[in-house]
C-alpha cells in the first residue's frame, strides 16, 4: 500500500500531467498522420527527453507509443492508409464499413476496442507486477544471455517469409554493436584506424537514420497522393453498442495482445494475426470478414493495443527490450541511470507504478480527445507526404545533433538514413536491426559474466529458468522449421 | 525452403552484403586482437567473429534463395534501374549535411529557416501559404526545441555580430 500511495505521489506531479498530455495527445496526431508512426516520432524525442526527469521523459515517450496506435486507427478505417505500420489489418473491414457508408460506426469500433484493449492489459500489468517481483530477481547471467537469445530467435522466425534476411539483419545489427573500443581488454574492434569509429555506433544515431531519415526520404522522393476529405457519418452509440455486442472478442484479442507482448521479438502483428484468425474462428458470420466485419476491427484493435504496456513486462523485470519501440525506451532508462531488471522492481517499484498510473491516464484521455476530436483530426491525414518528408528531416536533425554536436553523428545518421531507404524499397525489415543491435551488447555482457559459474556448455541451461527459455527456444524453432517444411512440401505436391 | 515474391533490387542488395560479409571476414584478423592466455570468452575477438559469421551464413543462404528467385523472375534491367534508384536520395542528405553545416555558422533559426524554405520549393510547393506554412513548422521546431525544451544545439557564430543584448538573447533561444 506504501508503495501505491508513493507512485501517486510521483504520478500526482503537474509537471507528470503535461507530459502525459502532450505524449498521448502527440501520440494520437502522430498515429493519424500516414508516414509518420511512433517510431519516427520517438527516435526523434528520444534525445530531447535526455535533460528530463526520468518520469517526464519516460511518460511523453510512452504517452506517444501507446496512443499512436489510436490514432493509426483513422486514416487505416478511413482511407485505406493505415496511419502506423501495425494498424494494417484495421484497414481490411474498417475501409469495406467506410465504403458501406458506416465510417463513424467502424471508428467508434475502432476506439473502444483500442481502449479495451489499453486498459486491460494496464489491469494485467498491475496484478502481474507481484509475480514479476518475486519471478525476476531469479534471473542470473545464463537465464537474461537465455531470454536475449529468446527474444533474437523470435523476432527472426516472427517475420514470416522473411526469416532469412531478418536473421542476417539481427547479425548485422549485434555486429554494429561491437565496433569500437570493447570494455574488457580495451582493444579496438572493426575502427579501421578511424578515430570517429571508437565510440563506435551510437543507437540513437543509428535508429534515427533507419526509421526517421530514411522515412524522410522515401516520402521526399515519392509522390503526394491526393486525398479526398472524408466525412463522419452516422452516430456514436452505433458503435459503442456494437462493440457490446462483439466484447468477448474485445477481450479475448486483448488476452492475445497481453501474451504476446510479453514475449520478447513478437509484439503487434502476431498478436492481431492470431486475434483476427481467432475472432473469425468463433464468428457465426466468418465470410463477412475482410468485408467489412465488426469483429475484425476490434480483434485487430484490442489485440494491437494490448501489446505496449504488455511489451514493458520484459523490458522492466529483465531488462530485455522485445521490440524497436522499447529498445528505444530502454536508451532513456539507462541515460537517465534506471537500469531495468530484477533491481527495478526490489528497489524502485514506486517508479513501476508510476509507470503503470500514467499508461493508464494516457489510454482515458486519448478516448477523451477522440471522441471529441475526431472531425478536427481528419484535416491531419491531408498534409503533403512530401512536406512531411521536410518535416521530418528537420527533426531529424534536432534528433542526432544533440546528442553530442557532431557532424560525424549526422554522416553517421546520413548513412543508415540511405541504409534504411534501400530496405523499405526492398520491402525488408529494420526492427532486426535494431534488437540484434541492443540484445547483441546485452548477450555480450551476461555470456562473459556467466563464465564463472561455467564449466562446460550445459551449464548454460542447467537452471531451471534458463533450461525452460531453452525449451521454449527449441519449440519455438521446431514448430517454425515444422511449418517451413509443410509449405515446401505442399507446394512440391501442387 | 521459403521463396518470397521476387523483388527487383534484391540480387544487387545481396551482392553488396555478401562484398560487406567478405571485407569483414577478411578483417577479423587485423582488426580484432587475440590474447595468449587469456580464456576464450574474454578474447575480444570472439564475439565479433560470432557475429560476422552468422552474417556470412544467412547472407550466403539468402543469396541462393534469391538466386532461386531472380532465375524465374528477374531482369537485369529491372535490376540496374532499381540500383540507380537507390541514388535519388543522395540530393536530400547533401541538403541536410549542409544544414548540419550551416547551423554552427548562421545559427539555428536562420539555418532552418533556409532549410525548410529552399526544400519545399525544391519539392514543388511555391504557392504563398504553403512557404508561410513551411516557415512557421520550422519557426515552430526552433522554438519548441531549443526555446523550450533546451536542447543542446551550438550556437551561430553569426550571434557575435549582433548588438550584447540581442547576442545573449539568440545564443540562448535560438
Redesign the interface.
Known amino acids: 500500500m506504501d508503495v501505491i500511495l508513493s507512485s501517486f505521489e510521483i504520478f500526482l506531479r503537474w509537471d507528470v500531467w503535461v507530459a502525459i498530455l502532450i505524449g498521448s495527445v502527440g501520440g494520437v496526431i502522430i498515429g493519424a498522420i500516414p508516414g509518420v508512426g511512433p517510431a519516427v516520432a520517438i527516435a526523434i524525442l528520444l534525445p530531447a527527453t535526455y535533460s528530463m526527469d526520468p518520469i517526464i521523459g519516460i511518460t511523453v515517450l510512452l504517452g506517444i507509443y501507446g496512443s499512436a496506435m489510436y490514432g493509426g486507427a483513422i486514416p487505416a478505417i478511413l482511407i485505406n492508409t493505415p496511419g502506423t505500420p501495425v494498424n494494417a489489418l484495421t484497414t481490411y473491414d474498417g475501409y469495406s464499413m467506410t465504403k458501406d457508408n458506416k465510417a463513424r460506426r467502424a471508428i467508434t469500433l475502432a476506439y473502444w476496442s483500442s481502449f479495451t484493449g489499453g486498459i486491460f492489459s494496464i489491469i494485467a500489468l498491475i496484478f502481474m507486477t507481484s509475480l514479476i517481483a518475486k519471478v525476476a530477481p531469479l534471473f542470473g547471467s545464463r537465464d537474461i544471455l537465455m531470454a536475449a537469445l529468446l527474444g533474437l530467435v523470435l523476432v527472426v522466425i516472427s517475420h514470416r517469409k522473411q526469416t532469412v534476411i531478418a536473421g542476417m539483419l539481427v547479425f548485422f545489427g549485434m555486429f554494429i554493436s561491437t565496433v569500437g573500443m570493447e570494455s574488457v581488454k580495451y582493444t579496438k574492434r572493426f575502427t579501421f584506424d578511424q578515430s570517429w569509429l571508437l565510440s563506435g555506433f551510437d543507437l540513437i544515431t543509428v535508429l534515427l537514420g533507419l526509421f526517421a531519415v530514411s522515412q524522410a526520404l522515401i516520402l521526399l522522393t515519392g509522390n503526394d497522393k491526393k486525398v479526398p476529405m472524408p466525412s463522419l457519418k452516422g452516430g456514436k452509440h452505433e458503435g459503442f453498442f456494437g462493440f457490446i455486442k462483439y466484447k468477448t472478442v474485445a477481450i479475448i484479442s486483448s488476452c492475445m495482445g497481453v501474451i504476446m507482448g510479453i514475449i520478447p521479438g513478437v509484439g503487434e502483428f502476431l498478436a492481431q494475426f492470431f486475434s483476427y484468425n481467432i475472432a473469425r474462428g468463433i464468428s457465426k458470420k466468418p465470410e463477412r470478414f475482410g468485408k467489412g466485419a465488426p469483429e475484425g476491427i476490434i480483434a485487430a484493435e484490442a489485440a494491437n493495443n494490448a501489446v505496449p504496456a504488455a511489451a514493458m513486462i520484459p523490458l522492466l523485470a529483465l531488462g530485455i527490450p522485445g521490440e524497436a519501440l522499447t529498445a528505444m525506451m530502454l536508451s532513456v532508462f539507462y541515460v537517465h541511470s534506471i537500469i531495468p531488471g530484477p533491481d527495478l522492481f526490489e528497489n524502485h517499484i514506486d517508479f513501476v507504478y508510476g509507470l503503470y498510473e500514467s499508461l493508464f491516464i494516457i489510454n482515458i484521455i486519448v478516448m477523451i480527445f477522440l471522441l471529441v476530436a475526431t472531425k478536427s483530426l481528419l484535416r491531419i491525414i491531408q498534409i503533403p507526404q512530401r512536406f512531411l518528408g521536410i518535416t521530418i528531416l528537420g527533426l531529424s536533425f534536432v534528433g542526432v545533433y544533440t546528442l553530442r554536436n557532431s557532424f560525424v553523428d549526422c554522416i553517421m545518421c546520413a548513412f543508415f538514413g540511405i541504409f534504411g531507404y534501400v530496405l523499405k524499397k526492398l520491402d525488408l525489415p529494420i526492427v532486426p536491426i535494431i534488437l540484434g543491435m541492443v540484445l547483441g551488447t546485452i548477450m555480450e555482457q551476461k555470456f562473459r559474466a556467466s563464465q564463472a559459474r561455467i564449466d562446460n556448455l550445459f551449464n548454460y541451461i542447467d537452471r531451471p529458468i534458463s533450461g525452460t527459455i531453452f525449451a521454449i527456444i527449441v519449440i519455438a524453432l521446431s514448430i517454425h522449421f515444422w511449418v517451413v517444411w509443410r509449405q515446401y512440401k505442399k507446394k512440391e505436391t501442387n | ?4 515474391e521476387y ?1 527487383a ?2 540480387l544487387v ?1 545481396v551482392i553488396i ?1 555478401l562484398l560487406f560479409v567478405s571485407v ?1 571476414l577478411i ?1 577479423i584478423p587485423y ?3 587475440w ?1 595468449d592466455n ?2 576464450l ?2 578474447q ?1 575477438r570472439l ?2 567473429t560470432f ?2 559469421v ?2 556470412t551464413l ?2 550466403v ?2 543469396s541462393f ?1 534469391i538466386w532461386q528467385n531472380y532465375k524465374i523472375k528477374g531482369k537485369i534491367q529491372s535490376e540496374l534501374k ?1 540500383f540507380q ?2 541514388a ?3 540530393e ?2 547533401v ?3 549542409l ?3 550551416l ?2 555558422l548562421a545559427g539555428y533559426l536562420l539555418s ?1 529557416l533556409l ?2 524554405f529552399l ?2 520549393i525544391r ?3 511555391r504557392t504563398l501559404s ?1 512557404l508561410l ?2 516557415l512557421a ?2 519557426f515552430g ?1 526552433v522554438v519548441a ?1 531549443k526555446s523550450l ?6 550556437s551561430g557564430a553569426i550571434y557575435e555580430y549582433l548588438p550584447d543584448g540581442w547576442s545573449t538573447f539568440f545564443m540562448i533561444y535560438f
Open positions: 525452403m521459403e521463396k518470397k523483388q533490387g534484391n542488395f552484403m569483414l578483417s582488426q580484432t586482437k590474447f587469456v580464456p570468452v574474454k575480444p564475439w565479433p557475429c560476422i552468422g552474417m544467412f547472407s543462404f539468402y534463395q532499381e534508384s537507390w535519388k536520395p543522395f536530400f542528405v541538403y541536410f549535411l544544414y548540419v553545416w547551423v554552427p532552418t532549410f525548410f526544400l519545399t519539392e514543388g510547393y504553403m506554412i513551411s513548422t520550422g521546431i526545441f525544451l533546451k536542447v543542446k544545439i551550438s
